[in-house]
Structures are given as C-alpha cells and as structure tokens.
C-alpha cells in the first residue's frame, strides 16, 4: 500500500514537473523571443496589473524592455503573449490584419463586450459593421453632430459654473454619455426611469482587470452592468420596433431598417452589441483625454494661453460673433489639434492593442507560434525618448507642421491599420469643441484630486475636481 502511494506521489511529483517544465519552456519552431512566462496559469499576471502613478511606461513592460529588448514574452491571463514595443513589428502587425494576425482580446473583453463585438468579428462582417458606425461617426455624420456639441458643451458648462466644484472626469463623462446615447437611441436620462449610464462606470477598470468574477471586484461590476445595460437595451430595442418612427433619425432606426431586410446578415444580437461597445466607448476614452488636457492646461499656462488665442480669433474673424461653430472652424484649429496629439500620447488610454497569430510568424529573428497572443505596447511607441525628446514632458509644439490623418510608426493611440479607431474623428470633434467653450468663456482651478493611476488602464482615483468660474471678459459668445 505504501509502495503504491509512493509510486502514485512520485508519478504526480515528475507529472508535474514535466508540466511546469513544458510551461516555462513552450514549444516553438524557432527562437521564441526572450522572457519569462512566470508562475504556472498565473503567468506573470500579477506584475502586469500591479498599479503606478505615473505617466511613464508601466514598470512591468519598462523593467522586461530593460531585460529582454524591444520583443518579449510572457503569460497573462493564462495565455502565452509576445509583448511588442518595437515600432517596425506594430506596423507590420497593423499592415496584416486579417492575414498573418487577427484582432483578439482577452476573455475578460469579450465576456463584458459580447462574444459578438465588432473587436471580435472579422471579414465581411466586420466591413459590414464598420460601415454601420461610420454612417454615424463619419465626417457627414459629424457635420450634422456639431451644432449639438456645442450646445451640449455650453449648456454644461454654464450650469458647471454655477457650482463650488465639478468632478471633471465623471462631469464630462456624463456629457458625452448623454449626447452619444441620444445620438445612438434617443435616450433621454431625464426621461428615462432607470439610468442607463450607471452601468458603464468602472468600465476602464473592469476591462484590462484580473478576471475574477466575484463582488467586489472590478471584473464583476462590468459583468453586471453589462448585464443591465443590454436588458435595457434589448427592451428599448423591442420598443422601437413595437413603434417604427417614420423618418430614421438615430442608430435604432438604422438597425431595424437593417434587421428587416432580406438576406440581412445583421442579427439583433450582433446589433445589440456594437450599441454596447459605442455606448461604453463614448462614455470612457473620450472624458479621459478630456479630462487630462483640463489638468494639462491648467499646469502649461504657455499652452492655455496660446489655445485660447486660436479660439478667440475664430471668434473675432466671424462676421457674426453669435453664430455657431462650422466645420471650417472647427478645422482650422490647429493648435487644437496640436494639445489635442499631445494629450493623448500621454493619456495612453489604451495600454495595449491585442491580437493573435495565425501562423508561425518569423521577425527580426524570433518566431512567435501559431496561436499566441500579441500586445502592441503603444505607451511604449509614445514615451520612447528616441522618439518623442522629453516624452513625459506636455508638449503640444512637438506637434507642429505634423498632419495626423491616421496612424504612424511613432503614433497608435488611436490604433493603426484596418482596425483604426472609428471614433478618432468623434473624439477630436468632442474635445476640440468643448474646449473651444471652455477658454473663450471660461477659467478654472483645481480644488483636489487630478492624481492619475493606471492599473494599466488610465482612472483618476481621486477624480479632479475643479472650480469653474466665468471670465470677467469673455470674447462675445454665441446665444445657442
Ligand atoms: C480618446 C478616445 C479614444 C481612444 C484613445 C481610442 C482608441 C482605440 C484604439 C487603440 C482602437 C484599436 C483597437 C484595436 O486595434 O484592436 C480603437 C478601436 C475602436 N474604437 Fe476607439 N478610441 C477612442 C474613442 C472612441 C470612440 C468615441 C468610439 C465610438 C464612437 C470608439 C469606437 C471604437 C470602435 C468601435 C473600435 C473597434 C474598431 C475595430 O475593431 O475596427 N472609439 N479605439
């Protein structure tokens, strides 16, 4: 019996073993690039959400660029990954979607955005839905979407002003939440009995989190405020089509039009998602980037005061001072533009862009095997002091006489290649418009708060409460 128990312990002893050995060691046809792949199923997971207070490249890529070079590999969430910090394999990897790598996110990702989010779908389907966004967020679309920035943002910003203190993360969120929902499904959060917003807060955190569903964590409250908000998306849906508008004026619209064509290949499901993902897209990136270009503002008055005199010379130039913003306003501000770069090159918004291989790949001598994970590192790109001279300083001058139309070897925030962010031109027209209300009329100082952590994800744990006040001489402003 003992001989047998012995026997039994060694087997489980060497099995073991040989597993560990095997996981530390995957198989590969070719030199795997250099790294750790940490504790068996942990990986080295723990290191990579350990949180940081700075605006520098996470402690857990920086130390491993240190160590292994610019190419390196790791375990995260129980999958083997290749972290690239090297701006030639990014490129190549954005240039072969669909091809040698397919866009694939963490399960974490796909259990809060739905398995069928345009992230995770590709080919024709994927075309298909991209198209659907852009007849929203395009620049046609965006034209018409102007006016109702501009108000929005004047509307906040008067009533904002009128109050001791405004939590900026959470105040510009809710602004742009509003106005997206109401673009998207006619949402009214005034009208409505339950609030559809709430079940997007913590989403940054939840998202690149360690998933464990259980209360308390971050995973868990994503996983159900995604719960709610899809029941109350679905019922609103139903609603819509229990009653069909005459005239299409929002996204519901569009995707019942859709739904009931022949030979759609649109489901409902599918439909419901991409509402989630704008929605959830809406409400986070942008009030992010906006929020840190308010603090950097107010931190580089140069910066403050150069903005401000673009603004109040589209408003001196205009025949009618009291017209509303056009789109060749809005296009003329470059220096705009400029802050605008610089703050999202800081922001770093999306600490990693995932995908996987389909094929054994061979680059600059290491081969990344069929089936493992990819992360495109763009804080990396973005802080890379060969690159970008000073990179943690706030610089919007480093941006000048550079037209950005998209991605470049040396700028991701936004992605790159086919899957380039959609919402890039949303974005900008948001934060170039409020800021646009926001110098010509009024000023601001920090009460408290503003400190930043990134888990990796970017959140501002104390949010950044400030004091808006009305200029005493503010240029003449238009009464919409
Ligand atoms: C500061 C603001 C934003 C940042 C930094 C940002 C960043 C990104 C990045 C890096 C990607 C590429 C992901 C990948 O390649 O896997 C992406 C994709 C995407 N973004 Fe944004 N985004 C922002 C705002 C928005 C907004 C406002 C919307 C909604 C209208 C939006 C909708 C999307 C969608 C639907 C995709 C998926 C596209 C695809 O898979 O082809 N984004 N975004």
């Known amino acids: 019996m003992l001989v047998a128990l012995c026997i039994a312990a060694a087997f489980i002893v060497v099995s073991l073993a040989r597993w560990t050995y095997n996981w530390r060691n995957p198989k590969c046809k070719g030199i795997l690039p250099p790294g750790s792949m940490g504790w068996p199923l942990l990986g080295e997971t723990l290191q990579f959400f350990a949180p940081t207070t700075t605006f520098n490249i996470h402690p857990f890529v920086r130390e491993r660029m240190k160590r292994y070079g610019p190419i390196f590999r790791t375990s995260l969430v129980g999958r083997p990954i290749v972290v690239s910090t090297d701006s030639d394999l990014n490129y190549f990897i954005f240039q072969q979607e669909g091809q040698l790598f397919q866009s694939w996110y963490p399960d974490t990702f796909t259990a809060i955005f739905g398995r069928q989010n345009v992230g995770s779908l590709h080919g024709f389907m994927y075309k298909y839905l991209k198209n659907m966004v852009l007849n929203l967020f395009g620049p046609e679309g965006l034209k018409k979407m102007l006016p109702d920035v501009e108000q929005e943002a004047r509307r906040n910003l008067k009533r904002w002003s009128s109050q001791n203190s405004v939590e900026m993360k959470d105040a510009l969120a809710s602004m742009i939440f509003d106005l997206s929902a109401k673009k998207l499904i006619s949402y009214d959060q005034e009208k409505s009995s339950e609030n559809l917003r709430e079940n997007f807060v913590a989403f940054i955190q939840g998202l690149i989190s360690f998933p464990v569903d259980i209360p308390g964590t971050a995973y868990h409250k994503c996983l159900q405020g995604r719960k709610k908000a899809m029941k109350m998306l679905k019922t609103m849906l139903e609603e819509r089509r229990a009653k069909p508008r005459e005239q299409q004026s929002d996204f519901f619209d569009y995707v019942l039009q859709e739904l009931g064509r022949e030979n759609t290949i649109l489901t409902e499901a599918i439909a419901l998602d991409l509402m989630f993902v704008l929605l959830f897209a809406s409400f986070e990136t942008t009030s992010l980037a906006l929020t840190l270009a308010v603090k950097f503002l107010l931190d580089h008055p140069s910066a403050l005061k150069e903005l401000t005199e673009e603004h109040e ?6 025949e009618n001072p009291d017209s509303v913003l056009t789109w060749s306003e809005y296009k003329s501000m470059t220096f705009t533009f400029q802050v605008i770069n610089e703050t999202v090159r800081l922001a770093n918004i999306v600490p990693g862009i995932f995908r996987k291989a389909l094929t054994d790949i061979n680059f600059k001598g290491f081969t990344i095997p069929a089936g493992w994970g990819i992360m495109v590192c763009p804080p990396a790109v973005h802080l890379n002091p060969s690159r970008y001279r000073d990179p943690l300083e706030f610089n919007p001058w480093r941006w000048q006489g550079i037209e950005l139309n998209g991605a470049t070897r040396n700028f991701m925030a936004f ?49 950044f409460h400030v004091l808006i006040s009305e200029k005493l001489t503010s240029v003449q402003e238009p009464t919409t």
């Open 313 to 318: 010379a589209i408003i001196r130039k205009r």
């Open 415 to 463: 992605g790159g290649g086919m899957r380039f962010c959609v919402g890039t031109e949303f974005t900008k027209v948001q934060m170039a418009v409020f800021l646009h209300c926001l110098v010509t009329k009024y000023k601001w100082q920090a009460i408290k708060g503003g400190d930043i952590l990134r888990t990796p994800g970017l959140q501002f744990p104390n949010g």
